[in-house]
């Protein structure tokens, strides 16, 4: 094997590297709430105060209170060389009391100050029953990164509501693109039904799939039980995840275990999470 060569297999072996290492970091920064957490990420068609900004931006427009959301999340990586865990924090305030709903989202790693994502989503209602949204959101870390996600929730009756995601339309950010559409059923206040499927738009279709199912149960009058799997190509993605969450009328706890597979590297990551909102 000729100098040439050798040059070009060590720059391809580099570069393959690379490619999963940034797959690797992408998916231990990846910001959710614990209730997402506890269904894999599932619930574009849900209606979701809190998760507003990391979900669907629109939903938060169908309340009329205020809230304030504190998260800790623990992850511990399968990855050689990598640090035994990664603990990020994540502070969320919420105001939907007036025509149009903002919410502001601050996430940071606790052993990294240079990595923080940090998201702002107002909302707003379009007609009797829709509301459309749009989250802005601001990322850094390796790099700077500036992107946005719009979004639009539909009530369709008091049991079925249906939502709709455009994520990273321009294109910033490798892998991060997509239209999702998602439904949510609810059946007499006792189990919930939901239900994601979407793809990047372009290039081919089944390449870059993001499918995913949840359910949650309500045991007692506050007191909730929830799990969910979803399937994410793009990314190179298969995410588990169960939770629970007790909720009171100002009060609301979560705690959530989920695990995130990348199908490339044959890797796991196991997040643990534990939250606390405030209603007012």
Do not use: C
Not at 151 to 161: F, K, V
């Amino acid at each position: 094997m000729n100098n040439k060569h050798k040059t070009n297999l060590i720059n391809a072996s580099f570069t393959i590297i690379f490619f999963f290492l940034m797959i690797s970091i992408d998916s231990l920064s990846f910001a959710s709430t614990a209730r997402m957490k506890s269904t894999a990420g599932v619930g574009v068609g849900s209606i979701l105060l809190d998760e507003a900004t990391f979900l669907n931006p629109a939903s938060s427009a169908f309340y009329k209170i205020g809230a304030f959301y504190y998260q800790k999340t623990n992850t511990e990586s399968s990855i050689e060389n990598s640090p035994n865990s990664i603990r990020s924090s994540t502070f969320i305030a919420t105001d939907a009391k007036g025509k149009v709903a903002g919410s502001l989202s601050y996430v940071k790693h606790d052993n990294a100050e240079d990595h923080k994502k940090i998201s702002l989503s107002i909302a707003s209602i379009i007609g009797e029953r829709s509301a459309s949204g749009l989250t802005y959101h601001y990322e850094d870390e390796d790099q700077k990164k500036k992107f946005f996600t719009f979004g639009i929730t539909h009530a369709i009756n008091e049991a079925l509501t249906m939502g709709f995601i455009v994520n990273d339309p321009t294109r910033v950010k490798p892998n991060n693109s997509s239209a999702i559409v998602g439904l949510q059923y609810t059946y007499q206040s006792f189990v919930t039904l939901m239900g994601d499927f979407g793809t990047d738009w372009k290039n081919r279709f089944d390449e870059k799939l993001v499918y995913g199912a949840g359910i949650q149960f309500k045991i007692y009058d506050d007191l909730y039980i929830r799990g969910g799997q979803k399937i994410d190509r793009q990314k190179h993605l298969k995410i588990k995840g169960v939770g629970a969450s007790w909720s009171s009328p100002k009060f609301v706890a979560n705690i959530a275990l989920s695990f995130n597979e990348n199908t490339l590297t044959n890797t796991e990551d196991k997040e643990t999470t534990f939250s606390l909102s405030y209603k007012f």
